[in-house]
């Protein structure tokens, strides 16, 4: 929930870029013939296309936000609510539950493992002394809150440069967390901050996936520079994104204090 609104305004800011980019280059985009729809096929592929995606969004998001569901409960409502839709469409059969069902076990097993590995290096930090030794040299440190907040977050972004971000949050998580509460930082803020340095990562070269992603179906032609290039504006996007959030944590907190509240 508290990713929502910084969702939106990344989308907003990506947006807002695009079109200046087009109209400063109007080549980047040329025009070209849109096949007319009447009124009819387009309220029909709204219902056959945008509610079902949306009723599956509302089943998660919604009951969350109307303090119907628990999250646990509103992942169980949404997964009826995508077998409803997959019913509806005529796609539910036994070769695609099985195979939801596996993939479901794997990502299961791999969240619970990363758990698991987390909680025995927290506890190790713990035995050791290390994450109070950490606490003390920070609270020792004359310096502002906010400069200990950007350091995290500029290490996060350089292991983005060359690590995943499961290998990322195992690293980071076990140090962070206990800073985060000790300097009075709200949890749910520090966490969309993170997750959206941990977005730029997947775009940050010289080992972020999207760019393979994008190599991979991009035109013949053009090179993984030319897309490492292409990708910078973006992640400039996701910063000021950040620092906004920075600026004004309402941007990630008000809908989670809504469903608190």
Known sequence: MGGTIPGLLIGFLYVV?????CILNPSLAPRYEVA??????KIMGTIKYILPMGFIIFMVLGLML????????????????????????????????????????????????????????????AFTGATRGLLN??????????????GMQLTVFVFGTFMETVSIMMICIPFFMPIVTALGFDPVWFGILMLINLEMGMT?????????????????????????YAALPFILCDMVAMALIIIW??????????AHG
Do not use: D
């Open 36 to 41: 007319k729809a009447s009124l009819n096929e």
């Open 66 to 125: 109307l303090g119907v569901a628990a999250p646990s409960e509103a992942a169980a409502t949404g997964a009826v609510a995508t077998l409803l839709v997959c019913l509806l469409y005529g796609r539910l059969n036994w070769p695609m539950l099985k195979a939801s069902l596996i993939g479901t076990v794997e990502i299961s097993v791999m969240v619970l493992m990363i758990i698991a590995a987390s909680k025995t290096f927290s506890s190790i930090l």
């Open 137 to 150: 040299v920070i609270q020792g440190l004359e310096v502002h809150p906010l400069l200990i907040l950007l």
């Open 249 to 258: 944590p309402p941007l990630a907190l008000w809908l989670p204090s809504l």
């Open 204 to 228: 940050t070269p010289p080992f972020g996936m999207m760019l393979f992603v994008m190599k991979g179906v991009a035109p013949p032609g053009i090179s993984i520079k030319e897309i490492c």
């Open 17 to 21: 870029y695009i079109i200046g980019r």
